[in-house]
T-cell receptor, first 110, second 116 residues
Framework: QQPVQSPQAVILREGEDAVINCSSSKALYSVHWYRQKHGEAPVFLMILLKGGEQKGHEKISASFNEKKQQSSLYLTASQLSYSGTYFCGTLGAGSYQLTFGKGTKLSVIP | DTAVSQTPKYLVTQMGNDKSIKCEQNLGHDTMYWYKQDSKKFLKIMFSYNNKELIINETVPNRFSPKSPDKAHLNLHINSLELGDSAVYFC???????????????FGPGTRLTVL
């Protein structure tokens, strides 16, 4: 089953924060976050493993709530370069493939 | 120093033609994938090979046939192209079958296929 991402789109001004959610109806082994800019390939951001860990890279961090099978991506003090479509890819236990959500389009304006 | 490369970047062709897209990775990965991204940006997996062995074969028309001559290459051949095949096709690779904690997929630049 395809994970559900919310919101579908969000517009931010530089410096504002955003949260993107990814929910699955099945038990997950890991959640992978990617960002895709227009006309480019998806670029890997981070992996979250079951266990509820939280990871971060500069002003982008994420968490994984194993009980809810939900991951959230946090973007703080957004920059223009954060614009793009964010995808979560979920990996179920015993699965060999990532199933991607429909993406969240993030637009950061000056 | 490209990690995952695809050729061609753009492909415009007529309905009914046969075409191929090539993918190569120099990361030393064992697993490669083909994804289709439609106009709504939905990323859907098509195939996956691990050490030249087909491990994922989603429901795609049998006009699509992947070929892996070695673990660094995974090509996609499409017969009798149809209008609905127009999309961006991404190749990706991962170290293994994604079961280890730190393994993830790295995508190639994509091939935009337009069928007229």
């Amino acid at each position: 089953q395809q994970p559900v991402q919310s919101p579908q789109a969000v517009i931010l001004r530089e410096g504002e924060d955003a949260v993107i959610n990814c929910s699955s109806s099945k038990a997950l082994y890991s959640v992978h976050w990617y960002r895709q800019k227009h006309g480019e390939a998806p670029v890997f951001l981070m992996i979250l493993l079951k266990g509820g860990e939280q990871k971060g890279h500069e002003k982008i961090s994420a968490s994984f709530n194993e009980k809810k099978q939900q991951s959230s991506l946090y973007l703080t003090a957004s920059q223009l370069s954060y614009s793009g479509t964010y995808f979560c890819g979920t990996l179920g236990a015993g699965s060999y493939q990532l199933t991607f959500g429909k993406g969240t389009k993030l637009s950061v304006i000056p | 120093d490209t990690a995952v490369s695809q050729t061609p970047k753009y492909l415009v062709t007529q309905m009914g033609n046969d075409k191929s897209i090539k993918c190569e990775q120099n990361l030393g990965h064992d697993t490669m994938y083909w994804y289709k991204q439609d106009s709504k940006k939905f990323l859907k997996i098509m195939f996956s090979y691990n050490n030249k062995e087909l491990i994922i074969n989603e429901t795609v028309p049998n006009r699509f046939s992947p070929k892996s001559p070695d673990k660094a290459h995974l090509n996609l051949h499409i017969n009798s192209l149809e209008l609905g095949d127009s999309a961006v096709y991404f190749c990706a690779s991962s170290h293994g079958r994604l079961l280890s904690g730190t393994d993830t997929q790295y995508f190639g630049p994509g091939t935009r296929l337009t069928v007229l």
